[in-house]
């Protein structure tokens, strides 16, 4: 052990076990150092002992079974090297498949029995098992991480060079010893060693804890800290204004939830200090309307306002909208994105800085250099989780401390809220506007897939559009490579001569625009898509939706999903469609099928799905979170916010010198946040 190396600065490639090539891979999934190395954490372990006879597997599950290889096939060589054996215990047979993996074949000795860890698939008279993780039996280590891997790097060859990066550098601990006390946290080296390589599931529980609390504890200070830096005098204080113009002009009468929010968010401009707000409502609560009424009156304090989202799409779509409540009364409009031609931005920028434009909507064309305000106040960005704080900092830097709100759709139950949006208030709207229909949703199997296909042409010949989301299905195969099958194969079905478009994560922006305006101008009838379906793209056209495999997401996504369609006056349904029979699946279906409330549904997630990342990689703009788990780490958040408030009181700015250590700790995790 090296106490002189630095492992934050020590290249990863220089670890044994690593060296150029291997690096290069490693940096696929992050890792440049060898602190990078050790801090990529497991997303789960395996106990290996705990042992399942084959014969009482259920297909689609994850097992540990132990067994002898009985035979190994000859390999196939092709585009994709497939090596096969056939391995057995002293009730039934499975066949184990590896794609282009010759060493994990070549380990697997024949008359040799192992543990092996995998999804049951194929049927219950031939069980496969492909590409599983697995030990020997005469291995003294039994539990096992398992890793987020790339090709090329197996969890095993991961897990030797975290080793050697263990043995070979000395880890300090930024924390101090009477925190680590008083919350009975494992010492950081400690925690790094029994989270890689535990003796025990105690061990492993213990160390995902103390590191879980390490991050969660940064992440509240840094959010606490963000939240005080904010109460600063605005230059955009302002004054009671009658809002009677705007609610006489609109077509329909606001929510309760609506005027609730408006009112809060008016009260907040009033202040000395800007107001910094999260106005979360579940999908077509009407927060676009609540967006028009705080830009109205902004206009009737002589200022101006943006409306910054994510993709060029969404933010034409709220052009529109807000065109439509908003120019009525006298306001003038501008679009600017990064499709408009040199000649349209110049227009639309001299336009803004001269104060010739009351709102303006865009991309984030609107944080570079070249726009300019003349009295920006309102800073209004929707989908906060797809903007990092600074994306938002940039476009609030264009005004005088103007005022912040940031709409979500993304329903949070609110206790964690408070938590999770640290540095914002929060405005919530739970109520739906009126004779709005709710999406009917149902859940079958695979067998019901040629009726859905003329489900859904009846509808496309009455005139309407259909959504089919496609998952990753299994291991080795891309979403894109599964939803461009997916909409081949369609051509096989009674959908042939349906205009079809193709949606996935790997489709340029631009082209995915593209295909959206084609899916909104009803030029495309049904969208297969992977999960990339624009959050508020408002197609109300589109009536039915599809889910595949829908045990695969979780519920709050689907609801998200469901979201989609539902949005006309036609009666719209979601079909989710999975063969997983288990109570777990059944009991989720259940739920999705009896409530459209999405506040309630994400209450029922975090009850049900426990660790699990529940909303993707990103949290919601928060710093990416490498361990902890905000929704299933829900005890610790109280303890985490108890000592992080515990040491704000004392140190707001955590200068002094006993915590530098944590300063430094918050600084490296604000700082790897938001680079897109």
């Known amino acids: 052990m090296n106490e002189n190396l630095n492992p934050k600065e020590y290249s990863v490639e220089y670890v044994k076990g ?18 990078d190395l050790v801090t990529h954490y497991p997303r789960g372990h395996i106990d290996f002992t705990d042992i399942t006879d084959i014969s009482m597997t259920d297909l689609e599950e994850w097992y540990v079974i132990k067994a002898k290889v009985t035979h190994k096939y000859a390999p196939y060589f092709g585009r994709i090297h497939v090596f096969k054996l056939m391995v057995s215990d002293d009730t039934d047979d499975v066949l184990i498949t590896f794609f282009n993996s010759e060493y994990n074949f070549t380990q697997l000795k024949l008359g040799m029995t192992y543990h092996f860890y995998g999804k049951i698939t194929g049927t219950y008279l031939r069980r496969e098992m492909n590409s599983p993780i697995f030990i020997s039996e005469s291995d003294p280590a ?55 390589f535990p003796a025990s599931k105690e061990n492993y529980d213990s160390a995902k804890r103390s590191l879980s609390f390490r991050e969660l504890f940064s992440l509240q200070l840094g959010l606490k800290m963000l939240k005080a830096r904010n109460v600063t005098y605005t230059g955009c204080k302002m004054e009671n204004k009658d809002m009677t113009g705007f609610y006489s002009s609109l077509p329909f009468s606001l929510t309760g939830a609506q005027l609730r929010s408006i009112n809060e968010c008016i009260n907040d401009m009033q202040g000395n200090t800007p107001m910094n707000r999260l106005l979360q409502g579940d999908v077509g609560s009407g927060k676009t ?57 110049r227009k639309a920028r001299s336009m803004i800085a001269d104060g010739l434009v009351d709102v303006v909507v865009g991309t984030q064309a609107l944080i570079q250099k070249d726009t300019e305000f003349l009295n920006l106040s309102l800073v209004i960005t929707d989908e906060q989780h797809r903007f990092g704080v600074e994306q938002r900092a940039a476009l609030s830097d264009k005004g005088n401390n103007p005022h912040i709100l940031v709409m979500s759709a993304t329903p949070i139950p609110r206790t964690l809220g408070m938590i999770i949006y640290g540095d914002l208030d929060i405005s919530i709207l739970d109520e739906m506007p009126a004779g709005r229909l709710p999406v ?169 799905r426990g660790p699990g990342d529940f909303f993707g990689n990103r949290q919601h703009g928060l710093p990416t979170l490498k361990i902890a788990d905000i929704y ?18 004392d140190d707001p700015t955590l200068s002094k010198p006993e915590n530098k250590g944590i300063k430094k700790m918050v600084d490296e995790l604000f700082s790897k946040c938001y680079s897109s």
């Not at 060079?161 to 919350?183: M, R, T």
């Not at 109205?296 to 799409?313: D, F, K, R, V, W």
């Not at 079909?575 to 999405?598: A, H, P, W």
Request: glycine letters at 6%; a neutral charge; charged letters at 20%.
């Open 18 to 35: 690593v060296g150029p090539k291997r690096a290069q891979l490693l940096n696929k999934l992050g890792i440049y150092s060898a602190m």
């Open 142 to 196: 039994k539990i096992k991480p398992r890793y987020h891997l790339t090709t090329g790097i197996s969890n095993n060859i991961l897990s030797n060079c975290i080793k050697s990066a263990i043995d070979k550098f000395s880890f300090g601990d930024e924390l101090p010893a009477w925190i680590l006390d008083k919350y009975k946290l494992m010492p950081f080296e400690a925690a790094i060693r029994n989270i890689h």
């Open 289 to 345: 309307a609540v967006a028009a009424a705080l830009c109205y009156y902004a206009y009737l304090n002589g200022t101006q306002s943006t409306l910054m989202a994510p993709t060029e799409i969404l933010a034409k779509q709220h052009y529109n909208t807000l065109c439509g409540f908003l120019e009525p009364l006298g306001l003038k409009i501008e679009l600017l994105t990064g499709s408009l031609t040199a000649a349209q931005k």
């Open 440 to 608: 009917k949703t149902y859940a079958v199997d695979t067998s019901f897939r040629e009726r859905l296909y003329k489900f859904i042409l009846k509808y496309v010949n009455n005139g309407f559009q259909a959504y089919i989301v496609c998952p990753l299905i299994e291991e080795g195969v891309s979403e894109k490579a599964y939803a461009t099958k997916y909409a081949e194969d369609l051509l096989n079905t009674c959908l042939r001569d349906v205009p079809i478009g193709l949606l996935h994560g790997k489709m340029k922006q631009a082209e995915k625009d593209k295909v959206m305006q084609a899916f909104k101008n009803n030029e495309i009838k049904v969208l297969v898509s992977t999960t990339v379906i624009e959050v508020g793209v408002d197609v109300p056209n589109a009536v039915v939706m599809i889910i595949e495999n829908a045990e695969q997401f979780g519920l709050s996504q689907l609801h998200q999903l469901r979201g989609r369609v539902g949005r006309g006056k036609e009666q719209s349904h979601c079909i989710l469609v999975t063969d997983n029979k288990n109570d777990y699946t059944v009991q989720r279906m259940e739920i999705m099928k009896n409530s459209s409330d999405g506040f309630v549904i994400a209450n029922e997630d975090l009850k049900l």
């Open 632 to 649: 299933a780490d829900t005890p610790l958040l109280s303890l985490t916010n108890e000592c992080a408030e515990e040491l704000i009181k």
